[in-house]
T-cell receptor
Framework: TQLLEQSPQFLSIQEGENLTVYCNSS?????LQWYRQEPGEGPVLLVT?????EVKKLKRLTFQFGDARKDSSLHITAAQPGDTGLYLC??????????FGGGTRLMVKP | SQTIHQWPATLVQPVGSPLSLECTVE??????LYWYRQAAGRGLQLLFY??????ISSEVPQNLSASRPQDRQFILSSKKLLLSDSGFYLC?????????????FGPGTRLTVL
């Protein structure tokens, strides 16, 4: 069974601070996705990383896939209240299914 | 563009009553379809997935069942709800020929069993 561990589970920071969320596994994934979910809504895909060592940027968000494709990180620079939400990582092993992490709940206070 | 719909958005049902949640996808053909359940503020638990009409795979033995009567329709059902069935139910689709495995989610149904 493939598992994805996300840390931290909860994060409360002030507007303008930086943060990093981690997603770790002992399994290798062919790709990994990051989603953001707001209360009462479905998750929205932010990015997919495919190549080991790959770095993708989405405005103030930087996503990195580990060299061995077992882990990933999401770094947010100068967080804003609009970044508040549940961040989920999900790994794909070239099958029909994704393995989801437990999620990181981020709250950015103004 | 593709869109995915779920209804109802919220549902309050008594214990022992039946359940039917519906999910439909527009703008694509032959999608993979998924049902997930999410506990409050946590990750997603895969319940069922389907790669085609009438083809259902169950990931977790439970009180629920799924059906796919049409290519872009996925239904989650129960004959008798339990308290433990309460949760946030999400439907998702992906392309049949997976590139990077991305899934696209519906807005969800909040189910409360009393």
């Amino acid at each position: 069974t493939q598992l994805l561990e996300q840390s931290p589970q909860f994060l409360s920071i002030q507007e303008g601070e930086n943060l990093t969320v981690y997603c770790n596994s002992s399994s290798v994934f062919s790709s990994l996705q990051w989603y953001r979910q707001e209360p009462g809504e479905g998750p929205v895909l932010l990015v997919t990383v495919v190549t080991g060592g790959e770095v993708k940027k989405l405005k103030r968000l930087t996503f990195q896939f580990g060299d061995a494709r077992k882990d990933s990180s999401l770094h947010i620079t100068a967080a804003q209240p609009g970044d508040t939400g549940l961040y989920l990582c999900a790994g794909n092993n070239a099958g029909n299914m994704l393995t989801f992490g437990g999620g990181t709940r981020l709250m950015v206070k103004p | 563009s593709q869109t995915i719909h779920q209804w109802p958005a919220t549902l309050v049902q008594p214990v022992g009553s039946p359940l039917s949640l519906e999910c439909t996808v527009e703008g694509t053909s032959n999608p993979n379809l998924y049902w997930y359940r999410q506990a409050a503020g946590r990750g997603l638990q895969l319940l069922f997935y389907s790669v085609g009409i009438g083809q259902i795979s169950s990931e977790v033995p439970q009180n629920l069942s799924a059906s796919r009567p049409q290519d872009r329709q996925f239904i989650l059902s129960s004959k008798k709800l339990l308290l433990s069935d309460s949760g946030f139910y999400l439907c998702a689709w992906s392309y049949l020929s997976l590139d990077e495995g991305e899934q696209f989610f519906g807005p969800g149904t909040r189910l409360t069993v009393l």
